[in-house]
């Protein structure tokens, strides 16, 4: 009976594995395509969660007119590193603008994102390269978008045809379907994993 018990958990186990790789590899396609926007506050007061709002809409008002021309999220990256001291600048002089003397960190970095949902669309746990926008001592709650495809400012037809531009069906079906929420729990169990097995070997 445990011989009969483990066969059953063994091969229910491989069965989800199976149905999860092939997810797994078009998660991996999707964060390849996306260029993403995340801003840390300075702290969780009031104050500094609104200062960061601020500079996030002044940020995007700035940056929405650079992706006119980029079809590739290695445009977007190449626009925002172009301009990155412009854009460290606009979210310094919002700060300032805001009463506060905290100073601006603006850097393009690859970093790990749990699953997270915008809107109508869930994009896949894993590692993303992002503007990351810090704000003083940056221990404050974060915000993010998607920069590029731009999920971030328009209207959501706009942002679906944007989107769809970008992705392909399966990746698209991925992005936009809630039935998928049991798959994004298991890949993300899936990529932390392997993040901590790649830090400790």
Same mark, same amino acid.
């Given at each position: *009976?445990?011989l009969?018990?483990?066969?059953?958990?063994?091969?229910?186990?491989?069965?989800?594995?199976?149905?999860v790789?092939?997810?797994?590899?078009?998660?991996?396609?999707?964060?390849? &395509?996306?260029? @993403?926007?995340?801003?840390?506050?300075?702290?969780? %007061?009031? !104050?500094?969660?609104?200062?960061?709002?601020?500079?996030?809409?002044?940020?995007? &008002? !700035?940056?929405?007119?650079?992706?006119?021309n980029?079809? =590739?999220?290695?445009?977007?990256?190449?626009?925002?590193?172009?301009?990155?001291? $412009?854009?460290?600048?606009? $979210?310094?002089?919002?700060?300032? @603008? /805001?009463? %506060?003397?905290?100073?601006?960190?603006?850097?393009?970095?690859? *970093?790990?994102?749990?699953?997270?949902?915008?809107?109508?669309?869930?994009?896949?746990?894993? *590692? !993303?390269?992002?503007? @990351?926008?810090?704000?003083?001592?940056?221990?404050?709650?974060? +915000? +993010?978008?998607? *920069?590029?495809?731009?999920?971030?400012?328009?209207? &959501?037809?706009? @942002?679906?045809?944007? $989107?769809?531009?970008?992705?392909?069906?399966?990746? !698209?079906?991925?992005?936009?379907?809630?039935?998928?929420?049991?798959k994004?729990?298991?890949?993300?169990?899936?990529?932390?994993? =392997? /993040?901590?097995? %790649?830090?400790?070997?």
């Amino acid at each position: *009976m445990k011989l009969f018990v483990k066969s059953v958990c063994i091969a229910f186990v491989l069965t989800v594995l199976y149905s999860v790789i092939p997810f797994q590899a078009e998660c991996t396609d999707i964060s390849n &395509e996306v260029f @993403r926007l995340h801003i840390l506050a300075s702290s969780d %007061s009031d !104050y500094d969660q609104n200062v960061k709002l601020s500079v996030r809409d002044k940020v995007l &008002e !700035y940056t929405e007119s650079l992706f006119q021309n980029a079809k =590739s999220k290695e445009d977007a990256e190449q626009v925002i590193s172009q301009n990155l001291p $412009a854009i460290t600048e606009v $979210a310094q002089n919002e700060v300032y @603008r /805001n009463g %506060s003397n905290d100073k601006v960190k603006a850097e393009i970095t690859n *970093m790990y994102f749990t699953t997270r949902h915008y809107d109508s669309y869930t994009l896949p746990s894993g *590692m !993303y390269d992002a503007l @990351r926008i810090t704000i003083g001592e940056g221990k404050g709650h974060n +915000w +993010w978008c998607v *920069m590029y495809p731009s999920l971030c400012i328009y209207s &959501e037809e706009n @942002r679906d045809e944007k $989107a769809k531009e970008v992705f392909d069906d399966a990746q !698209y079906d991925i992005v936009k379907n809630e039935k998928y929420e049991y798959k994004f729990k298991i890949v993300e169990i899936f990529e932390k994993c =392997s /993040n901590f097995l %790649s830090t400790v070997l």
